[in-house]
Nanobody, 118 residues
Framework: QVQVVESGGGLVQAGGSLRLSCAAS????????MGWYRQAPGRQRDLVAT???????NYGNSVKGRFTISRDNAGNTVYLQMNSLKPEDTAVYYC????????????WGQGTQVTVSS
């Protein structure tokens, strides 16, 4: 069974930086896609960034130029470097992994809180 664990959230002032990490275990091969989504109170869960095992990336419009996704394929680990944080980035950040390209089956972490104060 695939398990997904995030870390690295916290409280930061506007303009600051945070780095999130996510490790997926329980799968022998390299995850097809790994990425991040976020959900603020009363809002839907939105895309932050995803990356395929080949390195193709997809970013949400609101984070382009400020956030960078990267991954360590050997360890099935994905990172999110968040710079120039804004109060509107405040949300619970969820890691999502999809093991196989031919299947939509995916797995979520428990989420990590990111709070940006003004």
């Amino acid at each position: 069974q695939v398990q997904v664990v995030e870390s690295g959230g916290g409280l930061v002032q506007a303009g600051g930086s945070l780095r999130l990490s996510c490790a997926a275990s329980g799968y022998t091969f390299t995850m097809y896609t790994m990425g991040w989504y976020r959900q603020a109170p009363g809002r839907q869960r939105d895309l932050v960034a995803t990356m395929t095992k080949e390195g193709s990336t997809n970013y949400g419009n609101s984070v382009k130029g400020r956030f960078t996704i990267s991954r360590d394929n050997a360890g099935n680990t994905v990172y999110l470097q968040m710079n120039s944080l804004k109060p509107e980035d405040t949300a619970v950040y969820y890691c999502n992994v999809r093991p196989r390209g031919w299947s939509t089956r995916d797995y979520w972490g428990q989420g990590t809180q990111v709070t940006v104060s003004s």
